[in-house]
């Protein structure tokens, strides 16, 4: 599955870059090998290829074209692990409203984005899947794909969406206080890419035993869902019961 059509892009580079996270859904799995000829591609494209634009070239909207707006509506919160997190009421569903930053005991497949403890602070833990399904407080679960898709069809669907989910730091509008980051992605603690230009969430569905779907926002607005290897590192969002 290809996301050119409902990405907002930058440049011809951002083309390159929205095409290899989106065509193959598989931008994090070390191994390559996803099951299935569409879920091969590698982590770390080669040096001629890469993920990254170069600095001339950024997928970041120029300044003439910022976020804006802002939610001024009001939060919740919850205390979870020494940290409180806010909340926001999104039509019929409670959110956190930001990234979890769990670290849970006596696991390692929870990390912070380039072993830094400065990005867990800022974007919250990335998250392998297992680690993902227990990682919310009780009361609060790691959303399903279905409950995904109620919060992008409350913000206006895939082409809409995404903007206001987005922090305006990053390009969006922000409407409901959702406040997503471009937290990146990981895989087994050791390889990470794509801070500040996507972020990845998990789903609690599966697809196949070793698979399962997760969401993704760029810069600026894009929106969609693919699957990859449960052994990737995404981030959290919780969802109440």
């Not at 409180?84 to 930053?101: C, D, H, M, P």
């Not at 069809?153 to 969406?161: I, N, Q, S």
Request: with cysteine; aromatic share 10%.
């Amino acid at each position: 599955m290809c996301y050119k059509s409902i990405f907002k892009v930058v440049g011809l580079t951002a083309v390159a870059v929205v095409l290899l996270v989106g065509c193959g859904s598989n931008p994090v799995d070390p191994s390559g090998n996803g099951g299935d000829d569409q879920h091969n591609n590698p982590v770390v494209p080669p040096d001629n290829n890469p993920v990254i634009p170069p600095d001339n070239n950024p997928i970041i909207p120029p300044d003439n074209n910022p976020g804006g707006g802002g939610y001024t509506g009001s939060d919740g919160s919850v205390t979870y692990g020494g940290k409180t997190y806010r909340t926001v009421k999104i039509g019929s569903q409670t959110w956190f409203a930001e990234n979890l930053n769990y670290d849970i005991p006596n696991v390692t497949t929870d990390v912070c984005y380039g072993n830094s403890a400065d990005s867990c602070a800022k974007y919250g833990r990335l998250y392998d899947w297992d680690a993902a399904m227990i990682a919310c407080p009780t009361g609060w679960h790691l959303p399903t794909d279905d409950e995904w898709a109620t919060l992008i069809d409350y913000a206006g669907g895939g082409v809409t969406a995404g903007k206001k989910l987005l922090s305006t730091t990053v390009g969006g509008t922000d409407d409901y206080g959702f406040s997503a980051l471009l937290g990146g992605a990981g895989a087994g603690g050791t390889i990470f890419q794509l801070v500040n230009v996507s972020g990845n969430w998990w789903s609690a569905t599966e697809e196949g035993g070793s698979r399962a779907l997760w969401w993704l926002m760029v810069n600026g607005g894009g929106i969609n869902r693919a699957s990859n290897a449960k052994i990737a590192n995404y981030s959290v969002r919780c969802v109440k019961n």
